[in-house]
Every structure is written in C-alpha cells, then in structure tokens.
C-alpha cells in the first residue's frame, strides 16, 4: 500500500454535519492527492498538496477543504456534507518517479 | 479544460487473447501517462507509465504506446488472465500543474 494509510475507512453522517478525512503517509513524499470516484466519472481530482501548507483546487473543489501542517498528514474536510458528497473518496501520494500511489479509500455516505 | 478519456466502457475478450485498451487526451501540455488497474474495493494500482518523449514502453506482460499526434494512448495485455479482470484507468499529467486527471475507465471482463 505504498505507506497510505487512510481513516476512517467507513463513515455515515447525517447531512450538514462536518466530516474530516485523514491520509497519512510513511514515505515523506512532498505531493498528495484527494480523489473521489463516483459511477460514470471514474476518479476526480478535489485538491492536492505540493508541501506543508501548499495546497490547490482541483477539479470538484467545491464544498470540500484541505489542510496540511505536517508532510505526513493530509486531511480533507466537508464543512457541511450533502448526499451529493456520497462517494468512494481515495487519497494519493507521488513517488519519486512522478507515479501516484493510492490508499484503499474511504467509503463515506451522507444520510 | 484538460480531460482524459476512454473510448469504450467495457471491453470483454477471452482467456488467452490480447487485450487493447485505449485512451485519448484533451491536453497538449501533458506530458505523463499512467495506466492504472483498480480491483473491486481495492485502490487503483499502477501498472505502468509513459512519458511524451517516448511512443512505447514495456512492462510484464502489458505495453503501453502513445501517439502524441492524435493524443491517443493505449494499453495492451497479453495473454489475458482471468486475474486481469477490472477497471482500469489512464491518467495524464503535465503542463505547469502536478495535476493528474483520470479518465472514466473501462471495465475488462476476461471470459474462460
């Protein structure tokens, strides 16, 4: 698993309720990644991080934050969840080589 | 904006045959060309890589090839294996961003 870790890996909350996702990582990498992958849009880029504090949009940005004080931890919040936040949602670090490894994914559903 | 895509939702090929799956990009600026392989419940694994200074690139049992013209990429397995059953993915990067965006995938389904 390319030392990703992410937790929970199972959450169900209630809508307008905040929700924080955590990725942590072993491997000292600069650049992390948050995916969700949903039926018919495969994986989507919500944001990235290329250092501590160093974060950028990605393509489904909204409604979604990030914060990253630590190299090792990368954490993703929705502020306010809505159902249309259910969704398989993974996070990514870069190797050396420019490849991405991924974590096992956290299944997140908003009820 | 930069899209990746895939041309065909699934693909179904018997044991034993070559398999072709192939992708197209939007954006000229990329540079960097991963295939994935993501199993149900499981996170996308790598598979192999390309970048835009080479066409082809050979890996175990898979090949990758990349017409910079058309935007095209394609990922070939041979000798397909029940075990190669699952979705996989092409994904690009490049231009000024460390960007990498996926395409929808395409489902293997290898008949025995």
């Known amino acids: 698993d390319a030392g990703i870790t992410q937790s929970p890996r199972h959450k169900v909350t209630e809508t307008g309720t905040p929700v924080t996702l955590r990725c942590h990582q072993t491997?000292?990498?600069?650049?992390m990644y948050w995916y969700r992958q949903d039926p018919g849009h495969g994986l989507r880029l919500i944001h990235y991080s290329y250092g501590v504090k160093d974060t950028d949009k990605g393509e489904v940005s909204d409604g979604y934050s990030v914060s990253r004080s630590k190299t090792e931890d990368f954490l993703l919040t929705l502020e306010s969840a809505t159902s249309s936040q259910t969704s398989v949602y993974f996070c990514?670090?870069?190797?050396?080589?420019?490849?991405?490894?991924f974590g096992q994914g956290t299944r997140l559903t908003v009820v | 904006g930069e899209s990746v895509g895939l041309h065909l939702p699934t693909l179904s090929v018997q044991e034993g045959d070559n398999s072709i799956i192939n992708c197209a990009y939007s954006n000229s600026a990329s540079d960097y060309f991963i295939w994935y392989k993501q199993e149900s419940g499981k996170g996308p694994q790598f598979i192999i890589d390309?970048?835009?200074?080479?066409d082809k690139r050979q890996g175990q049992r898979v090949t990758v090839l990349l017409n910079k013209t058309v935007k095209h990429l394609s990922l070939q397995i041979a000798a397909t294996q029940p075990g190669d059953s699952a979705v996989y993915f092409c994904a690009g990067e490049g231009g000024a961003t460390n960007k990498l965006i996926f395409g929808t995938g395409t489902l293997l389904a290898v008949q025995p």
């Open positions: 990514a670090i870069k190797g050396v080589s420019g490849e991405a490894f």
């Open positions: 491997e000292n990498h600069r650049y």
């Open positions: 390309i970048r835009s200074n080479m």
